[in-house]
């Protein structure tokens, strides 16, 4: 005698919403109340503290010969940034990843002149060597060695005097490191103080002129 295997009934689902004729019971959604570990959003552009692609600006340098600066900026995509900066002892290519919260330093090493720039695929590949910008932006936090010191500083450089910047500090024994950014440019300033016993010693690179 051959048994046959019952046939499943086909859901119907009515134009009224109903599944057979029923309501389907919808599960009760329970929100993930664990605490989250990433900063609280800002509403900031991170890429808004670089320059925009093309852009190339000169810093005026006191103190050394080599604090006066001319960088060029170029951005590959929304996400990577290269400036090359040449300080004429040097001509530097600085490689960034611009993420959710923080900005990371990809690359920071001496190249000639006519060197081509990496392809994406290795810029991808490349592996982080430091944080150069990070949220929250808020006095007292620290990424890697710096700390925020202030939000909305007054600072003044050749090219203008901007009022909202962001100062970071890195502390040693001897010395002080200080960058300067400001939304919408980027670093404008950068300042070294250096303790030599019976004084300081200052060397600063500041914004002086900006061109396409």
């Known amino acids: 005698m051959s048994t046959q295997t019952p046939t499943e009934k086909p859901v119907e689902k009515e134009n009224n919403g109903t599944v057979n004729g029923h309501i ?18 800002t509403g900031v552009q ?8 093309g852009t190339k600006a000169h810093y005026k340098g006191e103190g050394n010969e080599f604090a006066e600066l001319d960088i060029e900026v170029v951005q590959v995509n929304k ?31 001496p190249v000639d002149f006519e060197q081509p720039l990496p392809t994406l695929n290795e810029i991808v590949a490349m592996q982080p060597i ?23 500083d007054a600072v003044e450089t050749p090219y203008k005097t ?3 910047a962001i100062v970071v500090e890195m502390k040693e024994e001897n010395f002080v490191n200080r960058k300067y950014f400001v939304q919408g440019y ?3 300033k950068r300042e070294s103080i250096m303790n030599m016993g019976e004084g300081e010693f200052v060397v600063t ?4 002129s900006i061109a396409k």
């Open 24 to 41: 389907p019971e919808i599960p009760e959604v329970i929100p993930d109340e664990q605490p989250s570990e990433k900063p609280a959003k």
């Open 46 to 53: 991170l890429s808004d503290f670089f320059f925009t692609d």
């Open 79 to 109: 996400h990577y940034f290269v400036v090359y900066e040449n300080n004429g002892g040097s001509y530097l290519r600085k490689i960034y990843k611009v993420e959710e919260h923080k900005i990371i330093t990809l690359e920071e090493q």
């Open 130 to 152: 430091g944080v150069y910008l990070e949220e929250p932006f808020t006095e007292g936090a620290k990424f890697g060695d710096w700390t925020i010191v202030q939000t909305e």
């Open 162 to 164: 901007f009022e909202k």
């Open 186 to 188: 980027g670093e404008v």
């Open 205 to 208: 690179s500041s914004l002086e």
